[in-house]
C-alpha cells in the first residue's frame, strides 16, 4: 500500500529497494511487518550518528518548544554557538549555514567565484572552477552542468559554463588544466557516488600544494567524506592536505533535520556581504540545535575513532570471505566499496537479496556495492551483517 501510493502520487526519480520502513534506532531500521534490517547504508552518510540519537532527539525537542524558525531577519540564540562549534570542528573561522548539500556546494560557487574576481582580478565572468570527471556534487542545474554521469544531465541543458573537468587522481592532468583564469578547483576527497574512489597516496597533498603555487582556491567536498566517516574528522586529514575551503552537510543533522555549511576562512568567506546570498531556513534556530548536538556527539563519542577501528575490522571481515565474485575491497574507514567482477553481473540483485537477508545496502556505479553503516554500529552487528553479506557472495 505505501509502495504503491508513493509510485502513483509521487514522480518516478527514485527506484526504491521495495522495502516500506516504519521505524529505527541506532544501526537498524524496521518494516511494516516488525521484520529488523541492519542499515549499511546511512542514508548516504547522513546517518553517521544512526537512527534517532537519543542526545540528538533531545536538543530538537528542547528546541520545537523554544523558536524553530526566526528567517535571517533576526538573531537567533542558537546560530552563534553552533557556527562556534562549527568552526572548531571544521577548523576554518567561518561557516555559512545552509540546508542541502546542493546548496553549500552552490555557496561555495559563489564564493570562490567572487573571490577570483574581486580578490585575485580574474575578469568578470570568466572565472573558471576545476573538477574531477566522475564527480558527484550535487543535482542543481549549475552542479550537473560539470557532472560526467550522462543521465544525470540529460535532456536538462542548457547547461551553467565556467568548469573544467580532468581526471580524478592525476595530478599532471590538474597541473596542466590550470590557467590564469583559474579561481578554484572542487574535489570529493574520496569519490563517493563515483564507487567510492579512493585517489592514489600523495595526490591531495599535491592538489594542495599546487593551488598554493598558482594561487588557486582549494575546495574540498566533504559532504559525505567529512564528519567521522573515513575514520577521520575530515577525510582531508589522512593526508595532511587542509584545503582553503569545505562544504559539508548530510550528518551534519544527526540524521534528523536537513543541516549542511560551506566554511572557510576570511580570506574568502569575506567575500560576501550583507544580500549577497542567503536563505531562509538556512541557520534556522532548529537546524543550529541538531547541528550543535550532531557536532558535540560526533566529537564526544569519538565517531571518528569508531569509524577507523570498525572500518579495519569491517574490510578484513569482506576481504576474508574471500569470494570470487569481488574483484575489490576499498575505502577507508567505513566508507567501503566492494566492487564485483564483470562477470558477476550488476550488485544491484545482490542489494536485493542482501534485503531479503536483513541487511541495507546500495550498488552504486553498476559493479559496487556500497558498505557505509552508521559509525555507531556495534561490533556485534557488523558480525551479524557480515554473515549475510558471506551468504550473499559466497
Ligand atoms: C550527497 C552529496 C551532495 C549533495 O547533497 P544533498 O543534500 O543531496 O543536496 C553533494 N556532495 C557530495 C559529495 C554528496 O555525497
Redo the contacts with the bound molecule.
Keep these: 500500500m505505501p509502495i504503491s501510493l508513493a509510485e502513483k502520487f509521487g514522480a518516478n526519480n527514485y527506484h526504491p529497494l521495495p522495502l516500506v520502513v516504519s521505524r529505527a534506532e541506532g544501526a537498524c531500521v524496521w518494516d511494516t511487518e516488525g521484520r529488523r534490517y541492519i542499515d549499511m547504508l546511512s542514508a ?3 546517518l553517521n550518528h544512526g537512527h534517532r540519537h537519543p542526545r540528538i532527539l533531545a536538543a530538537m525537542r528542547d528546541q520545537i518548544d523554544r523558536v524553530t524558525l526566526t528567517s535571517r531577519a533576526f538573531h537567533n540564540d542558537q546560530l552563534g554557538p553552533f557556527l562556534e562549534r562549527l568552526s572548531r570542528v571544521s577548523g576554518f573561522n567561518r561557516g555559512l549555514p545552509m ?7 552552490e555557496t561555495g560557487i559563489k564564493a570562490v567565484r567572487k573571490w577570483g574576481e574581486k580578490v585575485k582580478g580574474v575578469a568578470p565572468g570568466t572565472g573558471e572552477i576545476i573538477v574531477a570527471a566522475n ?6 542545474i549549475t ?1 550537473i552542468s560539470f557532472s560526467t554521469e550522462q543521465q544525470y544531465r540529460d535532456g536538462f541543458g542548457p547547461f551553467t559554463p565556467g568548469f573544467v573537468v580532468v581526471p580524478y587522481g592525476d595530478l599532471d592532468a590538474l597541473a596542466a588544466a590550470i590557467t590564469p583564469r583559474t579561481v578554484g578547483v572542487l574535489l ?1 576527497p574520496i ?3 563515483g564507487g567510492v574512489v579512493v585517489p592514489p597516496p600523495g595526490y591531495l597533498a599535491g592538489v594542495r600544494a599546487l593551488c598554493t603555487a598558482e594561487r588557486v582556491i582549494f575546495w574540498l ?5 567529512g564528519l567521522g566517516r573515513t575514520g577521520r574528522l575530515w577525510a582531508w586529514q589522512h593526508e595532511d592536505a587542509r584545503p582553503d575551503c569545505i ?1 559539508v ?2 550528518a551534519l543533522g544527526g540524521g534528523v533535520y ?1 543541516v ?1 555549511a560551506f566554511c572557510a576562512d576570511d580570506a574568502l568567506m569575506q567575500v560576501f556581504a550583507p544580500g549577497d546570498h542567503g536563505s531562509t531556513f538556512g541557520g534556522n534556530p532548529l537546524a543550529a540545535a541538531v547541528g550543535s548536538a550532531a557536532l558535540d556527539v560526533l566529537v564526544e563519542e569519538d565517531l571518528a575513532g569508531r569509524a577507523e577501528r570498525l572500518g579495519v575490522y569491517l574490510q578484513q571481515l569482506i576481504r576474508e570471505i574471500g569470494s570470487p565474485k569481488v574483484a575489490e575491497v576499498r575505502g577507508r574507514g567505513l566508507l567501503i566499496g566492494v566492487e564485483l567482477h564483470e562477470d558477476a553481473g550488476p550488485a544491484r540483485p545482490y542489494c536485493e537479496r542482501l534485503m531479503t537477508r536483513g541487511v541495507l545496502c546500495k550498488d552504486t556505479h553498476g559493479q559496487v556495492i556500497r558498505f557505509a553503516p552508521p559509525l555507531v554500529i556495534s561490533r556485534e552487528q557488523v558480525d551479524q551483517a557480515i554473515v549475510a553479506v558471506a551468504k550473499e557472495l559466497a
Excluded at 99 to 105: F, L, P, T, W
Excluded at 135 to 140: A, E
Design positions: 548516504y552518510s547522513a540546508n542541502s548539500g546542493a546548496e553549500a556546494v564527480n558527484f556534487h550535487g543535482r542543481t552542479i570529493e569519490q563517493g557516488e567536498d566533504e559532504i559525505q567524506t562544504s552537510g548530510k536537513p549542511s
